[in-house]
């Protein structure tokens, strides 16, 4: 990550979540996991504010992007402290089953979510948590955009094993609050666990466009 991250000029920070009882980590994200009373939200927060008091960063550009649990915690994010995110990724995560659990302060958080589409731990579609395709589509009424413009982006290729580019890209930027979008890339073909080695030079990229 550090080539990748230097080459960008990105402070890249990588907290872990606290140890269970089996010594496996979580985010306490409040949706899906965990009801320990762990304090994530502020904890994550302070990591922001400490980075930002450390290091000579711009403060319109603080990104979040999470790997299932994470991908939960990075939804939660956007929902309890939108005024410090600028956009975040979902990899393989959702959300709060109701909405109105949800309360953005601000309309400034760009959303990307990323799901494979045999995904059965967390599903793609419906249940036990909110869908692919619903978190997008929520997203994107937070942020005022026009719900039936929805625009496909070219194929990607993210998955290195699985041949061609498997995975495809719906858009909804229009109508939206400014400099904001959201997007779901659905990865074809692809469960909870796969060789995403070449997702993180493509997700950054489109985090630092925001």
């Not at 995403?196 to 030079?201: D, G, I, M, S």
């Amino acid at each position: 990550a550090t080539p990748l991250v230097d080459d960008r000029d990105v402070i890249l920070v990588l907290p872990d979540g606290t140890l269970n009882a089996d010594d496996e980590r979580f985010w306490d994200s409040g949706a899906g996991c965990c009801g320990t009373g762990v304090d994530d939200v502020g904890y994550l927060t302070q990591l922001i504010d400490d980075a930002k008091a450390t290091y000579s960063i711009d403060d319109d550009r603080a990104y979040l992007w999470g790997y299932s649990n994470g991908g939960f915690m990075s939804f939660t994010m956007a929902c309890a402290v939108s005024e410090h995110i600028t956009a975040i990724v979902s990899l393989a995560g959702s959300s709060f089953d109701d909405p109105a659990d949800c309360t953005p302060r601000t309309e400034a958080v760009s959303v990307l979510q990323i799901h494979g589409d045999q995904d059965r731990t967390i599903n793609y579609g419906p249940g036990p948590y909110p869908s692919a395709v619903e978190m997008a589509e929520r997203h994107a009424g937070f942020l005022g955009c026009d719900s039936s413009a929805v625009t496909a982006g070219p194929d990607l290729d993210l998955i290195p094993n699985v041949g061609g580019a498997e995975t495809t890209v719906a858009r909804r930027d229009q109508g939206c609050a400014e400099g904001t979008s959201v997007e779901l890339w659905t990865m074809r073909g692809i469960g909870h666990i796969a060789n995403f080695t070449n997702l993180a030079p493509t997700v950054l990229d489109w985090l630092l466009a925001r």
